[in-house]
Each structure stands twice: as structure tokens, then as C-alpha cells.
């Protein structure tokens, strides 16, 4: 029998030495795969620097595509159907990771700005497996939420939404953690436009964690030099891996996209891919595979705080900034813009809340309580 065979980014962490015994697997940079390289595959895991549509797929004997992220806005899903090629994405994987990266974010613009989060209104655009998640922590930090997430309103009705005009004129903190879509009703390239910007709130704060196309760059510059803006924070630019150096350098926070390359976050995409090509190729194997060696992280995974004469603001940011001090990864990007992808693809080990224990020390019951709901372990 034919041995099955397997393109593969190799930034995918985890993977090799995985699906050797039974497939042979190609490893090559995602943004260089081509037709030919594909042409005899089975198989594509791919992240999101691969372009699956017709020009690479056509003639190949590719019968699935497997991307270890949520996102795939990559992948041609109307030709992969119509060519009866399956494609299948990795919804929620890095959902924490992103969750962890909002909270680093709000904690830090909170010791900087000087403002207390529970004074202040959050607005959430698209409230899925990332978006659900940061509501979830924005309430454990004493925010007031708004939801905006036109699917799910018609789907499940309006009563937990609020129509986005609303929420830009509300909120202090825009965030938005929504899928790249060109078409429909629900179209969300440069969904954020001058006319989007014109209706926030002065003053207030935008964020991107989703994908670079769903801001327009040029309405985000207008948006800042016209002061409509006290701070913006990209994790996600247009015309990656070069992001536009004027807003780069502006940024409160620029990182590289890699809100969600926590390693747990890439440890869940992998292990779905892994369990799909299983799946699909009928592989009585490895149904429930997970990386056994994902490594600890730089930091100790126990926290002592003491609460003595801190705030509550002072108590998260020295919790969340002790797992993850993001203006690290923003500062190596200011310092070297042109690293982008390496920045990317030698990513240090970051690991999730819920890989760290706090030990309070005079610290109250609610704000205990609260460290648990933001996903610390608590002793």
C-alpha cells in the first residue's frame, strides 16, 4: 500500500517525529510551498502563510488541508469545496492564548494610562471562541461589557448584543476578535474604517489581535492624527510581515502576530491536525494524541503576592505581567520591524494562566476570586 504523504509548514511546532511512522511528511517554510511541492500530497497542515487556493492546488492529488489555527482566510474554501478537497481549521485552540494577550494588554495600559479597568467599558466585536473569552476576563477585572456579534444576534436574538454604533460611542477600549471575510452581509474587511473611527468614543482605545485587513490603515493614521485616539494596539497588520512602520512605532503595543502562539495554543492546533488526518484517512491511531514535551515556562510557575497596601490594579498587573510582560514583544519589533517572520516563527516559550498558581498574601476574597475567573490556579 502507498505510503500517505504530507506537506507541512515547518513552524508547526510538536509535529515531527509524530506521523513518520505512518506517512512521509515534506517540512518546508509555509510561504514558499508550491504547486509542485504539493503535487503528489495527500496532505497540507498548513499555518497562515500559506496561500491553498487554485493556483497551488490544482492538478494535485491533495485530498485534505489541515490548518493549526483558528483563522483560514488562507484557504480557498469555495475551491477546496467545489474541487472535493476537505479543509478543516482549529476553532478555539488559541482562544486562551489571545485571552491571556488582552489581559497583558488592558493590565498594562491600566499602570500606564493610570485608570482603573472597572471604571471602564469594554466593547467586544465578534464574540466567538476568542471574543467569549475575553468578555470573561474584561468581567473578572470589573468591566462593563459590550457585546457585538451580528451572527450570533440573529441567530440567538439581540437581547445580549449592542449594535455597533453603540458600542464605538460607549466604550473607552475597543477590541476586535473577528474572522477576515471580503463578502456578505457580514463582510469584515476594513471594517474599521474613518467612518468606524469617527464614531468612537474620544479619547478611547482600539485594539486588533483578529487579522491586519479588518483595520484600514490608512482610516487608523487618520484616526490618530486627528486625536480621536488616547492608544492603539496591533498585534496584526496589512501587508504582513511588513507592517507599516509609521504605526508600528506609534503603537502603545505592535507585536508581531503572536497573540495566540502561547505554546499551548500551538500545542491544540497541531493536535487537531494531527487527529483530523487520523480521522479522515481512517488511521486506527493516535486518537487522542497531545504533546507530552511541551516545555515549561522561562518563569517560576508559582506566584507569591502580596496584597499589602496594592490595589486590586496593582494585584492583576503583577499576577498577569509575572506570565506575560508584552511590551517585551513589542519592543523587539520596534527594534528590528524587518524580523517579522523569525520574530514569529522562534517564538519564546509562553505559557497560559492556567499553567501558573498564585499564592495570595492579604489579598481579599474577591479579588482572589477574580484572580481565579482570569484563570490563575489559586492556593
Same mark, same amino acid.
Given at each position: 500500500m502507498k505510503r500517505l504523504k504530507i506537506i507541512a509548514d515547518d513552524k508547526i511546532p510538536f509535529?515531527?517525529?509524530?506521523l513518520e511512522p505512518y506517512a512521509d511528511i515534506v517540512y518546508l517554510p509555509g510561504a514558499k510551498i508550491t504547486a509542485a511541492d504539493v503535487s503528489?500530497?495527500?496532505a497540507i497542515f498548513t499555518r497562515t502563510r500559506t496561500k491553498c487556493n487554485e493556483t497551488l492546488l490544482k492538478g494535485s492529488s491533495v485530498k485534505l488541508i489541515a490548518t493549526a489555527t483558528i483563522g483560514f482566510?488562507?484557504?480557498? #474554501? /469555495?475551491?477546496?469545496?467545489a474541487a472535493g478537497i476537505r479543509w478543516v481549521n482549529a476553532p478555539g485552540c488559541n482562544s486562551w492564548s489571545v485571552q491571556q494577550y488582552i489581559t497583558a494588554v488592558i493590565v498594562t495600559l491600566a499602570k500606564e494610562k493610570s485608570f482603573t479597568p472597572?471604571?471602564?467599558t469594554l466593547g467586544v466585536i465578534g464574540v466567538g471562541n476568542v471574543g467569549s473569552k475575553v468578555v470573561r476576563v474584561a468581567e473578572a477585572l470589573g468591566m462593563r461589557v459590550l457585546q457585538n456579534d451580528p451572527?450570533?444576534?440573529?441567530r440567538e436574538g439581540e437581547a445580549a448584543f449592542t449594535a455597533l454604533d453603540n458600542l464605538l460611542s460607549e466604550s473607552d477600549i475597543v477590541t476586535c476578535h473577528t474572522p477576515l471575510t471580503k463578502e456578505g452581509i457580514y463582510r469584515t474587511y476594513h471594517l474599521a474604517t474613518d467612518d468606524f473611527f469617527a464614531k468612537m468614543k474620544p479619547g478611547?482605545?482600539?485594539?486588533?489581535?483578529?487579522?491586519?485587513?479588518? #483595520? /484600514?490603515?490608512?482610516?487608523l493614521k487618520r484616526a490618530i492624527q486627528s486625536g480621536r485616539l488616547s492608544a492603539y494596539i496591533l498585534d496584526v497588520w496589512e501587508g504582513e510581515p511588513n507592517p507599516d512602520r509609521d504605526l508600528l512605532n506609534?503603537?502603545?503595543?505592535g507585536t508581531p502576530h503572536i497573540a495566540g502562539y502561547s505554546?499551548?495554543?500551538?500545542?491544540?492546533?497541531?493536535?487537531?491536525?494531527?487527529?483530523?488526518?487520523?480521522?479522515?484517512?481512517?488511521?486506527?491511531?493516535?486518537?487522542?494524541?497531545?504533546?507530552?514535551?511541551?516545555?515549561?515556562?522561562?518563569?517560576?510557575?508559582?506566584?507569591v503576592i502580596d496584597g499589602s497596601g496594592k490595589s486590586n490594579e496593582q494585584i492583576f498587573f503583577e499576577a498577569v505581567t509575572h506570565t506575560y510582560p508584552v511590551w517585551e514583544d513589542s519592543n523587539r519589533l520596534k527594534a528590528s520591524p524587518e524580523t517579522f517572520e523569525e520574530q514569529r516563527g522562534g517564538y519564546w516559550i509562553r505559557r497560559e494562566f492556567k499553567n501558573f498558581t498564585v499564592h495570595p498574601v492579604n489579598i481579599g476574597d474577591d479579588t482572589v476570586e477574580s484572580l481565579r475567573r482570569i484563570g490563575f490556579r489559586i492556593v
Open positions: 509535529l515531527k517525529g509524530v503528489d500530497a495527500d482566510d488562507h484557504i480557498d #474554501t /469555495d475551491y477546496c469545496d472597572a471604571d471602564l451572527p450570533r444576534a440573529e478611547s482605545v482600539f485594539i486588533n489581535t483578529s487579522r491586519g485587513p479588518v #483595520t /484600514d490603515t490608512e482610516a506609534g503603537a502603545f503595543i505554546s499551548d495554543g500551538k500545542a491544540n492546533g497541531t493536535a487537531a491536525c494531527i487527529r483530523e488526518f487520523c480521522n479522515f484517512f481512517n488511521l486506527n491511531i493516535l486518537p487522542d494524541w497531545y504533546p507530552g514535551d511541551v516545555p515549561p515556562p522561562p518563569m517560576p510557575v508559582s506566584i
